[in-house]
């Protein structure tokens, strides 16, 4: 079964509103085996909506759309289906007498309204392309429509995302599963790295792509968000049993390739992973902060439980705060600047004997949107301060401001679970 789909809204295209249905939608899809290939957004136009309509059934073998079925002028969905079908638009008896009943019962018309008389542009709700059938709207006064054509099926449900979530799961989805026959099951497995980009993990999984393509099942995927990557791997089969079985060999070949930069599987996070290696450890972690303005430490306390390990950290913003509050040597400070390996690796040593952790974590920089010290935007400097003594790192992020704080608590958090992993130490 393969599917396009299609939401229509002139304030997706000039983006007042986020296509966020087109993200659920894919999900819901891909669980179920359906084939998606295209993900369009028309504005509120009957012309180029029946074109995209004809477009996709050309291509695929059931067209779904968003958007566009509500009573205003703009709400040219209808017309653009039946336009595409080469068809008139009929006015549902059942339907009109629906929607004056609901609007009676919300007070919208009739005694509770003051004797008010709905708009008539409200019925355009009931009007149904001549040969297609309504899908019921539990929760809105929109209803939705199916309707057969040469080259497929079409369904169109409201924009309302709260509308459309039942109308899909309880219509839509049904007879999709029941025209592509017995559904395969679709299993994903995915694998998170921290501390090297999407172009490198891609490259490191290129052999194992390359052997996948004439199968088409697995498939491996990369999704890069927030300075991590996540790598997908999807596989369709009879049962979810099966799916694993062809995931195994295809997840041992990649975390062979992947090697350190793998930290987690599926609902894993970084600031988890690092909290649950100092727990196993029986060690605690403070953390100094200066660019990233505190949220290295609510990343940490986001994780339930937190208390057990982290014992705090300071956000040291301005240079003589790095020498009242971590006790960092003035002079350094003149020497080397607030921005430097120097300063990060005493910001760590101060915050953990301040905090009494067995491992302290600090970061300093430049987040922009100007340089500092003669430091240019994105520089990034690391101190890790334990038992094994002091480690440093250093990077050059790519982003604007709020994209490289959230880039240094990655790849902070990162720095540790790698220190921590070549460092097998107690707490002393």
């Known amino acids: 079964m393969r599917v396009e789909l299609l939401a229509v809204g002139d304030e997706l295209l000039f983006g007042d509103i986020v296509n966020g249905n087109a993200a659920w939608l894919g ?25 995209r309509i004809a477009e996709g059934l050309g291509r695929a073998d059931a067209v779904i759309m968003t958007g566009g079925l509500g ?24 339907l009109e007498a629906m929607l004056r009943r609901r609007f009676r019962a919300l007070g919208r018309e009739g005694p509770a309204a003051g004797g008010v008389v709905a708009p008539e542009m409200n019925y355009r709700q009931a009007d149904i392309p001549e040969g297609g059938e309504p899908l019921p709207n539990e929760v809105g006064t929109a209803p939705g429509i199916q309707l057969e054509m040469a080259g497929g099926v079409v ?18 989805l049904p007879d999709l599963l029941r025209r592509a026959g017995e559904p395969a099951v679709v299993v994903h497995r995915v694998l998170r790295t921290a501390g090297v980009w999407e172009s490198v993990v891609a490259h490191a999984l290129a052999e194992e792509i390359d052997r996948l393509a004439p199968i ?3 498939t491996i995927a990369f ?11 999807s596989a369709r089969a009879g049962d979810r049993a099966q799916a694993y079985t062809l995931i195994e060999p295809v997840e041992a070949a990649a975390r062979a390739a992947l090697g350190s930069a793998l930290y987690g599987v599926d609902d894993d996070t970084l600031e988890g992973t690092v909290l649950g290696l100092l727990a196993d450890r029986g060690e605690t972690l403070a953390v100094a902060e200066s660019l990233t303005g505190g949220l290295l430490a609510g990343r940490l306390t986001d994780v339930p439980g937190a208390s057990a390990v982290f014992h705090g950290g300071v956000v040291t913003y301005a240079t003589d705060a790095k020498v009242s509050v971590l006790g960092v040597d003035a002079g350094l400070l003149a020497t080397s600047g607030a921005v430097s390996t120097e300063a990060a690796a005493a910001m760590a040593t101060g915050v953990r004997d301040l905090l009494g952790a067995t ?7 430049v987040a922009g949107p100007d340089e500092l010290e003669g430091k240019p935007v994105g520089t990034l400097y690391i101190g890790i301060a334990g038992p094994f003594g002091v480690a440093t790192r ?6 604007d401001r709020p994209q490289n704080r959230t880039y240094a608590v990655v790849q902070a958090l990162d720095a540790l679970r790698r220190t921590l992993a070549v460092h097998t130490c107690q707490p002393g």
């Open 155 to 172: 369904y169109a449900m409201p924009g309302v995302p709260h509308e459309m979530y039942p109308m899909f799961t309880g219509s839509v």
């Open 216 to 218: 088409g099942n697995p």
């Open 223 to 233: 999704l890069a968000s927030g300075g991590q990557t996540r790598v997908r791997i």
């Open 71 to 94: 009573p205003t002028q703009d709400d040219v969905t209808r017309e653009g289906i039946a336009r595409a079908a080469g068809v008139g638009l009929r006015r549902d008896a059942f």
């Open 359 to 365: 491992h302290g974590l600090a970061v300093t920089g």
């Open 27 to 51: 999900r819901q899809l891909a669980d179920v085996g359906v084939v998606l290939k295209t993900s369009t957004v028309v504005g509120d136009d009957v012309e180029m909506i029946a074109a």
């Open 394 to 399: 250093s990077a050059r992020l790519p982003g």
